[in-house]
């Protein structure tokens, strides 16, 4: 039974381009939360999808979006990119309201 | 907003000695989360703490919740090279769909 599983696993990008990142849930999940993590902090939520919808965001701008497909995979966007979005993304599932369960995120860095 | 904060934030110890690690808020949590995470990886949920006093061992690791449930504290017992890693205490979750996260605590076991 595979875990959740991310893609790409690194990226370099340069400031003002967009990024998408993907997210494959564990089997049988249908909650998926994405949360970034800056070197040296604790993650920070962004948001969360269920039934293809965002149910809840964090204190993060516009210029980040996502998707929750059919299949509850999702994807997280950012637009504009800043240096500052330098950070590891990591991507977690859930089946309703049990233990969440973290992919081993992608690292994005911006030059 | 919740805060979570830890302490110490950076702990090097030799392979044998036992540890300590904190985790304080003002705020009353519903529950309290540790994880671990290791380089490279998303974090892993190494327990789930709900009852004021509550005491969980897992192998050499001892968590005690607060009687008032604002703070919660991680006890190794003759750590090892294996415990290295970013020691994180997160609360919420559940019907609360993000978990926040304290910046962690950073140990390193020297053999």
């Known amino acids: 039974d595979a875990g959740v599983t991310q893609s790409p696993t690194h990226l370099i990008k340069t400031r003002g381009q967009q990024v998408t990142l993907r997210c494959s849930p564990k089997?049988?999940?249908?909650?998926v939360s994405w949360y970034q993590q800056a070197l040296g902090q604790g993650p920070q939520f962004i948001f969360q999808?269920?039934?293809?919808?965002?149910?809840q965001r964090g204190n993060f701008p516009d210029r980040f979006s996502g998707h929750q497909f059919p299949n509850y995979s999702s994807e997280l966007n950012v637009n504009a990119l800043l240096l500052g979005d330098s950070a590891l993304y990591l991507c977690?599932?859930?089946?309703?309201?049990?233990?969440?369960?973290f992919g081993p995120g992608t690292r994005l860095t911006v030059l | 907003t919740q805060l979570l904060e830890q302490s110490p934030q950076f702990l090097s110890i030799q392979e044998g000695e036992n540890l300590t690690v904190y985790c304080n808020s003002s705020?009353?949590?519903?529950?309290l989360q540790w994880y671990r995470q290791e380089p490279g990886e998303g974090p892993v949920l190494l327990v789930t703490?709900?009852?004021?006093?509550e005491v969980k061992k897992l192998k050499r690791l001892t968590f005690q919740f607060g009687d008032a449930r604002k703070d919660s504290s991680l006890h190794i017992t003759a750590a090892q090279p294996g415990d290295t890693g970013l020691y994180l205490c997160?609360?919420?979750?559940?019907?609360?769909?993000?978990?926040?996260f304290g910046k962690g605590t950073l140990l390193t076991v020297n053999p």
């Open positions: 977690a599932s859930k089946l309703r309201y049990n233990e969440q369960f």
């Open positions: 089997s049988g999940h249908d909650t």
């Open positions: 999808y269920y039934e293809e919808e965002e149910r």
């Open positions: 705020s009353v949590f519903s529950s």
């Open positions: 703490v709900v009852t004021g006093g």
């Open positions: 997160a609360a919420g979750g559940g019907s609360n769909y993000k978990l926040t």
